[in-house]
């Protein structure tokens, strides 16, 4: 059983930036790969980024220059750093994790989900 717990999401004007932090238990995080989703209302949730068990990264194209996935093993944690902001990127963002080392951008590939945290950039 993993749990994944989100911080670091907040209101910030267009062009600013955050960083969301996602804790997770368990002992063998490392070999699992990480994601990002977010959810805007009326929308469906959409992949955003994801990290596999060994750094590769992947991105959507509309945060693609923009947004920045990490991972810190040693503190069980996955980074979303986001930077150049817009008023489109408001939304509810979710971390999960598969486990499997590979990372994907298909939700239901991922096993565990965070609660959610808050992103509202304002124009």
């Known amino acids: 059983q993993v749990q994944l717990v989100e911080s670091g999401g907040g209101l910030v004007q267009a062009g600013g930036s955050l960083r969301l932090s996602c804790a997770a238990s368990?002992?063998?995080?490392?070999?699992?790969?990480s994601g990002w989703f977010r959810q805007a209302p009326g929308n469906e949730r959409e992949f955003v980024a994801a990290i596999s068990s060994g750094g590769t990264t992947y991105y959507a194209d509309s945060v693609k220059g923009r947004f920045t996935i990490s991972r810190d093993n040693a503190k069980n944690t996955v980074y979303l750093q986001m930077n150049s902001l817009k008023p489109e990127d408001t939304a509810v963002y979710y971390c999960a994790v598969r486990v499997y080392g590979g990372a994907a951008q298909t939700e239901n590939l991922y096993r565990y989900w965070g609660q959610g945290t808050q992103v509202t950039v304002s124009s």
């Open positions: 368990g002992r063998t995080f490392s070999s699992y790969a």
